[in-house]
């Protein structure tokens, strides 16, 4: 009868190796082809040492005792503490971890010691389990407590399952202090080994889903962000400020109100590639759109028209106080200029502001009034606001006053 049974443990303890050995085959296999996803890489190293350790668990009795409790729980915490630091690498953190390291030096120190260290093996194995509990713990504090802003919900479906995961590690700690310490060995079948094993290969599966999922959300997420982003500057692409712009409409349909754009030309950009290099000029118009996102309101949006031109949509906003936030943000970038190498080059933009509905009542026909009053600008000497006139996105009569804002 103990044979069978023992027998019966082993077979959970090889279908958790098994399955194990699958989840790292996959994520394994995924993340090294994907070089984006090196979260995916690192958690499945952790899997496939989990998996080892498992099987020098499975193994006891049929080799040394001493030699595959040292190697099994070894492995285990060094797979939960590689677990914990793929999660650093999925947030972009320092992947030091002096906490879970020395959990697992300690642990070795205590099995390689033995009896010496810790008479009885049932507080031994106590000790390990509590020990991953506190690991799967740590995984599911950092994981579901300070959730990145993208793919929320995978983080926190991972953060749960790791929370279940050390609540087993926990129920297997309190059953094995109350259990009589006289022959006790891991492979003597018992309820809290038998959920253990089982539950904890369910949990191991349901955290690789989730790691999947995070990666997978995350993956959507910038895709999303190309789709609708200038991938050189961040700023918003012009079918996404056609997109925002539709959106103002239809609330100024209901609201009656109105709202501005203004947009801006960098002042002999040309010059910046001729004589620095295009990379140079990349820097120029990254630097640019940083400075336009530091200088307007939360929801304002910062769109790239093209080239070198650049957009800004201000809902609620007057013409006259769209003219001052441009002026305001003109000075800026002039007085600020561009940095390079130590020196400071001169730097200049010249705009145009139009207003929805006066100056036109689609996309088109109201960038066409921002964009001929710009050129208007740079007919006058570049480095200036020009406001649009005209109405309904007619170009404003030839020689008309630049309009200069304090």
């Not at 098994?18 to 190293?45: H, P, Q, Y």
């Not at 940095?339 to 705009?351: E, Q």
């Not at 200036?384 to 006053?401: D, K, L, N, S």
């Amino acid at each position: 009868m103990a044979t069978d049974m023992e027998l019966d443990l082993r077979s959970l303890y090889l279908m958790s190796v098994l399955v194990s050995l699958s989840l790292a085959g996959i994520t394994l296999f995924f993340g090294w082809r994907d070089t984006e996803n090196r979260a995916i890489r690192d958690w499945g190293v952790s899997t496939l040492v989990v998996a080892i350790g498992l099987a020098m668990v499975m193994l006891r009795g049929a080799v040394s005792e001493f030699l595959s409790q040292l190697l099994g729980d070894t492995l285990l915490i060094t797979g939960a503490t590689l677990a914990y630091r793929s999660f650093l690498v999925y947030r972009a953190e320092p992947t030091r971890d002096p906490a879970g390291w020395l959990l697992v030096l300690a642990v070795t120190g205590m099995l390689a010691l033995g009896d010496a260290a810790i008479a009885k093996a049932s507080l031994r194995s106590a000790i390990v389990s509590g020990v991953l509990c506190a690991q799967m713990w740590r995984i599911s504090w950092i994981v579901g407590y300070r959730p990145l802003p993208v793919a929320v919900l995978p983080q926190r479906f991972t953060a749960g399952s790791y929370l279940l995961f050390g609540a087993l590690f926990l129920m297997r700690t309190v059953f094995t202090l109350f259990r009589p310490p006289e022959g006790f060995s891991v492979m003597s079948i018992s309820f809290s080994d038998a959920v253990m094993i089982g539950g904890g290969t369910v949990m191991w599966i349901s955290a690789t889903l989730g790691v999947m999922w995070m990666a997978i959300g995350r993956q959507q997420a910038i895709l999303e962000l190309l789709a609708s982003h200038d991938p050189l500057t961040s700023a918003l692409n012009r079918s996404a400020m056609a997109e925002a712009f539709e959106r103002e409409k239809y609330r100024c349909s209901r609201t009656k109100g109105g709202f501005a754009v203004a947009l801006f030309d960098i002042d002999h950009f040309k010059r910046f590639n001729d004589d620095y290099g295009h990379l140079v000029g990349d820097r120029v118009l990254k630097s640019l759109v940083q400075s336009l996102k530091g200088m307007v309101r939360q929801n304002d949006l910062v769109g790239r028209y093209g080239g070198e031109e650049f957009v800004i949509l201000m809902p609620d906003t007057e013409l006259s106080v769209a003219a001052q936030v441009a002026e305001r943000a003109r000075k800026r970038i002039e007085a600020d200029g561009f940095v390079k190498g130590g020196r400071v080059l001169p730097l200049t933009v010249s705009a145009g502001i139009a207003e929805f509905p006066e100056h036109g009542s689609d996309w088109d026909g109201l960038l066409g009034a921002a964009d001929s009053a710009m050129y208007r600008a740079k007919a006058n000497g570049r480095n200036c606001i020009v406001v649009a006139e005209g109405g309904r996105g007619e170009p404003a009569p030839p020689g008309q006053t630049i309009q200069q804002f304090d």
